[in-house]
């Protein structure tokens, strides 16, 4: 989980300026976010049982990421053994305390989805805006952004985000 970064559970990530480029993982290239909500509470069958809000302040486990300026380019998620591998080549968003505020995700590579982006499923979204998302590519779905099934993105309306020029060989 993530080639560059890897934030779990309650770990804090804040990008300011720099670069994040060249590496290789599974989920997130470049970075991954990883709260551990859907993993512990759904797997257990507790779906329900605690919201993702309560889950956040009762177990201090944001797995939050901010990045407000900087790259995160050249970075692949790389597809192995295992078939949901491979997503999220920039940047991997399974926590609900993920923010672009500034920046740039280029020319970043997944073996299946979400070149630049990938945010994973419901309850997750990834607040956006200022941020440029170019170049990227992916092999199944989403070359510039994937969301899946049902994750979401918030860009705001003023200053908000440029998905250009990115390609998926199969849709997106």
Not at 60 to 75: C, D, H, K, L, Q
Not at 88 to 96: C, F, P
Not at 106 to 135: E, K, W
Not at 149 to 166: K, L, M, S, Y
Request: some cysteine.
């Amino acid at each position: 989980m993530g080639g560059g970064v890897g934030v779990v559970t309650c770990g804090s990530f804040y990008f300011e300026g720099g670069t994040i480029s060249g590496n290789t993982a599974p989920y997130g290239g470049g970075v991954a976010t990883f709260d551990m909500y859907k993993s512990i509470v759904e797997a257990a069958g507790a779906t329900g049982s605690i919201s993702i809000e309560a889950w956040g302040e009762r177990y201090n486990v944001p797995a939050r990421f901010e990045m407000s300026g900087g790259a995160i380019t050249g970075n692949h998620a790389k597809q192995a053994d295992d078939t949901s591998a491979g997503c999220g080549g920039g940047l991997y968003v399974a926590s609900n305390t993920c923010s672009i505020t500034g920046g740039d995700i280029s020319n970043n590579a997944a073996d299946r989805q979400g070149g630049g982006i990938y945010v994973s499923s419901t309850p997750y979204v990834l607040q956006m805006s200022n941020a440029l998302v170019t170049g990227n590519t992916a092999t199944l779905l989403g070359g510039g952004m994937w969301l899946c099934p049902t994750g979401d993105v918030e860009v705001a309306v003023t200053n908000g985000a440029a998905i250009t020029g990115n390609e998926a060989v199969a849709d997106g």
